[in-house]
């Protein structure tokens, strides 16, 4: 079956430390991928998507993400994190010959001043 | 431009009821997809909706259906609900391009008692 594992479920961090959050996805073939955010109280936000073309792509916020085929992973990066930053994270795929889109558990992260 | 917007917010029920949730897709999107958010968990794929018909569909029972109208707005319906049906269900809109980003509304927390 299709799926996407996130594995960081609670991450834990002070202000300026760096963040990385890990992404790996089941498909084979051409997929695009998504990082949403769902800070607390609101719903779901697309933080940075790849489709196709340079592998590393930016997002809102500071926040980037490599695509590393041969791995299958999608890995969300920020140098800085703030304490604005704490929300859930959730990685997403899509397999282009499909619109259903598939969702890690998520990755709580918490950040302290 | 109005985003995702559902409703009700909140809903409770009783086992064996049935329920009806909207949802009104960002402006210009044509396709509207339906998601539910156990706690803890990531949003897993109910179905989509294009055309005012069902395009795909995840692994729920036929106790879940949908409608879309002719304005786009969506409805999805659960019927004979048990307890395990209490989540937040999420409804998503987006662009018939297939494997696009897909904007999220507030969802709705329905609770099954």
């Known amino acids: 079956a299709q799926s996407v594992s996130q594995h960081n479920h609670h991450v834990i961090l002070s202000e300026a430390a760096s963040l990385e959050l890990g992404c790996n996805y089941s498909y084979g073939g051409t997929v695009n991928l998504f990082w949403y955010v769902q800070y607390p109280g609101q719903h779901l936000q697309l933080l940075l998507k790849?489709?196709?073309?340079?592998?590393l792509v930016k997002g809102i916020k500071g926040f980037e993400a490599e695509f590393i085929k041969s791995k299958f992973s999608f890995n969300l990066r920020k140098p800085s994190v703030q304490w604005s930053d704490t929300a859930e994270y959730f990685c997403a795929v899509i397999h282009y010959n499909t619109d259903k889109l598939i969702f890690g558990t998520g990755t709580r992260l918490q950040v302290f001043p | 431009d109005a985003g995702v917007t559902q409703s009700p917010t909140h809903l409770i029920k009783t086992r064996g009821q049935q329920v009806t949730l909207r949802c009104s897709p960002k402006?210009?999107?044509?396709?509207v997809s339906w998601y539910q958010q156990a706690l803890g968990q990531g949003p897993q794929f109910i179905f989509q909706y294009y055309e005012e018909e069902e395009r795909q569909r995840g692994n729920f029972p036929d106790r879940f259906s949908g409608h879309q109208f002719p304005n786009y707005s969506s409805e999805l319906n659960v019927n004979a609900l048990l307890l395990g049906d209490s989540a937040l269900y999420l409804c998503?809109?987006?662009?018939?391009?297939?494997?696009?980003?897909?904007?999220f509304g507030p969802g709705t927390r329905l609770t099954v008692t």
């Open positions: 998503a809109s987006s662009l018939d391009q297939g494997g696009y980003e897909q904007y």
């Open positions: 790849y489709f196709s073309g340079d592998p």
């Open positions: 402006s210009g999107h044509d396709t």
